[in-house]
């Protein structure tokens, strides 16, 4: 069995000779070198680490086997921390996705100057996370912000630094703000693989433009949609790093102290190495499932 | 009954600097099947999406069913059509495609199910309703993008070209299936094709049309005997008539008795109304022969060097390439037209 699949593989890749015997391996080399010194090696030392217990001044180290997880999964503030990454992530990958949506569905529907609105509408997507954070936080700045001034205008008080669920909305925005470039490509250019005929053909089968969009467009989309779920989930947990610490710092209290964000105070500020490492095994593990979930998905396609 | 009714009908594309229709008439009859045939570009998609309400008119006025619709949705025109690709919905089985339309309307789901029944066993699809249209082959889903019209029983039917996307001998089999259901159910109906053989079958009233605009109406056998203008000669009739060069065709209709042919008229003469005639007044060089069968084409050029000709002969008795055949023509089948409006000249009654 194994032999007739490695045929097949065999006969359906287009198979590419190297004269020299080491060239393929030369060539492959740099991208090898890179996983083992920026992956394989941090992750071995995660795995490593969090099974270890250390003093605060790096003296003593002893192995403690699985105590960091046990301690970890026992811990309140962790599980906060998990119960706060998952309404962000939610939070996130709704917001984008909605904004970017309905981005997607009007300039889908534009015919002058549509390169214009694409490019315009792009552009967010180049801006750094830790940019995009202090470019929001000068808005919503509860003294100089002008957002938090027009918010106070219309009778909110605004302030995220004592208010948790402002400060939620805060990185929210901000980190969302980026994404919904990235879903606005993703979207429109499924939009654009649909058929016009089809709509038309609903249109003379009586359905409205919002029923259109119902019962047509958006299960077409349905591939689209899921890979993009993926995708900002895996965002928002793993490089929303930079939007929380440059604006909220994880705070009021916990309120904003995601899991990545958790990771990195544990081990630089709480020089809690061993539960560091503990969490971003964790996280290696969610990170692991995604994309697996990812490729078992994407790679079937969903079906409709 | 419906008929439909183009009064002026315009269409200028914003920013085009030409009318893609300059102002277009039509009548078209209760129950008949009116076919729009014409060279890609020529116009007839434009004017059948303005029919169905997914074009604006630019100018003009559309009535189905004496009811003008210039500037009522789609869906509330009382017609349904057939995509060139069936634009069936490809996340909705069988059933779901054709009840998607009745429920719409909001119709009841038990009535619903009846008129998809009875569509369906009409079609013969009875077997796949509960199939997703990629499980089809291409005739099953030209079929369901029929049943998908016929259920909601419109006012007319629009045809956007239905048959080019199934193979040569489906096509012709899917002609006849169409023209028998179109008859029976009695329906108004405008089909548009580029082909024009699909045209000359189907067509109750044939509408030649050429840069937008109407180049003959009539009677598919009409246009045929007495094509209006080069253009309509040369587009209706397989192959397509012979034009001959100006002395060759003037000698050949001054033989014939017709005094007006000299110096200003163009003569024209199909392939199936050439035979062979020994010592006949034209003379052929062969250079290929196709045999279809019953007939034959036989491809050549007139000694006069400037006219290529076709023949289409029947019998077996054919030259090869290279040999010279004489061919004759009855001066009844010869067609002249004005050399420079390349209308038709109406004397050619010897």
Redesign the interface.
């Given at each position: 069995m194994a032999r007739l699949v490695a045929l097949e593989v065999h006969v359906l890749t287009k198979k590419v000779t190297f004269s020299h015997r080491w060239l393929p391996y030369l060539l492959v080399a740099p991208q090898i070198a890179i996983t083992l010194v920026f992956f394989i090696w941090p992750a071995s030392q995660a795995l490593y680490q969090s099974v270890l217990r250390q003093d605060a001044f790096g003296l003593k180290t002893e192995y403690v086997g699985l105590a960091n997880f046990a301690k970890l999964f026992n811990d309140p503030l962790y599980l906060q921390s998990f119960y706060t990454t998952i309404t962000f992530s939610a939070l996130v990958a709704g917001v984008s996705m909605a904004v970017a949506l309905v981005l997607a569905v009007m300039a889908d529907r534009v015919v002058r100057q549509a390169t214009t609105y694409r490019t315009l509408l792009i552009w967010p997507y180049a801006v750094a996370p830790a940019v995009a954070g202090v470019l929001w936080w000068f808005l919503f700045n509860p003294t100089i912000g002008i957002a938090a001034y027009a918010l106070d205008a219309l009778g909110y008080d605004w302030n995220h630094y004592v208010d948790g669920g402002d400060a939620m909305t805060l990185i929210v925005v901000a980190a969302s703000w980026r994404q919904v470039s990235y879903n606005f490509l993703f979207f429109l250019a499924g939009l654009q693989a649909i058929p016009k005929s089809l709509t038309e053909a609903a249109a003379i089968d009586g359905a409205g433009p919002l029923k259109r969009f119902v019962t047509i467009q958006l299960p077409l989309l349905s591939p689209t949609v899921f890979f993009l779920l993926v995708v900002n989930v895996v965002y928002a947990f793993f490089e929303t790093f930079g939007v929380v610490h440059a604006t909220t710092d994880g705070g009021p209290g916990q309120a904003t102290t995601i899991l990545v964000y958790k990771v990195w105070r544990d081990a630089f500020q709480g020089l809690n190495l061993g539960s560091s490492a503990a969490q971003s095994v964790v996280l290696m593990a969610i990170v692991i499932a995604l994309t697996a979930i990812q490729f078992r998905f994407i790679e079937r396609k969903v079906e409709y | 009954m419906s008929d439909i009714r183009l009064r002026n009908v315009r269409k200028v594309y914003p920013g085009a600097a030409e009318a893609t229709i300059p102002g277009l008439s039509l009548d078209i009859g209760a129950g008949e099947l009116c076919v729009l045939v014409g060279p890609s570009g020529c116009g007839k998609s434009t004017l059948l999406r303005m029919v169905?309400?997914?074009e604006e008119v630019t100018d003009g006025e559309i009535n189905i069913a004496g009811r003008q619709v210039n500037d009522l949705?789609?869906?509330r025109r009382d017609?349904?059509?057939v995509?060139?690709?069936y634009?069936l919905?490809?996340?909705m089985t069988v059933h779901g495609n054709m009840a998607?339309?009745l429920k719409?309307?909001g119709m009841p789901k038990a009535e619903i199910a009846e008129k998809v029944g009875t569509a369906a066993r009409m079609l013969g699809l009875a077997d796949y309703l509960d199939r997703k249209p990629r499980q089809l082959s291409g005739g099953q889903r030209q079929r369901v993008a029929m049943g998908?019209a016929i259920v909601?029983e419109p006012a007319a039917f629009l045809f956007d070209e239905p048959l080019s996307n199934l193979d040569a001998k489906l096509r012709v089999k899917t002609r006849v299936e169409i023209r028998d259901l179109q008859q029976r159910l009695g329906t108004t109906s405008i089909y548009v094709t580029h082909d024009q053989q699909e045209a000359m079958t189907l067509a109750d009233t044939l509408v030649v049309m050429n840069a937008g605009r109407v180049e003959q109406i009539g009677p598919p056998m009409e246009i045929y005997a007495r094509p209006a203008s080069l253009f309509v000669a040369g587009f209706i009739g397989s192959p397509p008539m012979n034009v001959l060069a100006p002395g060759t065709g003037a000698a050949l209709a001054t033989a014939a008795g017709i005094e007006r042919a000299a110096g200003h008229a163009v003569v024209g003469v199909r392939p199936e109304d050439l035979r062979a005639q020994p010592g006949g007044p034209l003379a052929v060089t062969v250079r290929v022969v196709e045999r279809l069968g019953a007939t034959a084409n036989v491809h050549g050029v007139l000694d006069d060097g400037a006219s290529e000709v076709i023949a289409s002969l029947s019998g077996t008795d054919l030259p090869g390439p290279g040999e010279v055949m004489h061919l004759g023509v009855n001066p009844a089948d010869l067609h002249l037209f004005d050399h420079a409006s390349g209308q038709r000249l109406e004397c050619a009654g010897a």
């Open positions: - | 169905a309400g997914l949705e789609p869906a017609i349904s059509m995509f060139q690709n634009a919905y490809p996340h998607y339309g719409n309307r998908r909601r």
